[in-house]
């Protein structure tokens, strides 16, 4: 069975040439294309953004309803960073 193509858009990138020598030792070492480590590169930017957003939007949350860290368990996190 034939794999379906994939249904693709282009983007144009313009990109330094220190960055792109990056990215071609990248793909070379992993014997991948350029555009397959900028896909992975842009969709894990994508998952990361809307990860952050949604833990941004719940804090903003909790902060609207009033939901805040006491000083003691402010101090008790700073004690058991320290330590």
């Known amino acids: 069975m034939a ?5 693709s858009d282009n983007l144009v990138l313009d990109i330094d040439a220190q960055m792109r020598r990056r990215l071609e030792r990248i793909a070379e070492a992993r ?3 350029t555009k397959e480590i900028l896909r992975e590169a842009v969709a894990a930017y994508l998952d990361y953004d809307a990860w952050a957003t949604a833990e941004i939007e719940a804090g903003v949350r909790e902060a609207d309803a009033g939901d805040f860290a006491s000083d003691e368990e402010v101090e008790a996190a700073f004690r058991r960073l320290r330590s």
Do not use: F, G, L
């Not at 794999?3 to 249904?7: D, G, K, T, V």
């Open 3 to 7: 794999a379906r193509p994939r249904e």
């Open 31 to 33: 014997r991948v294309s």
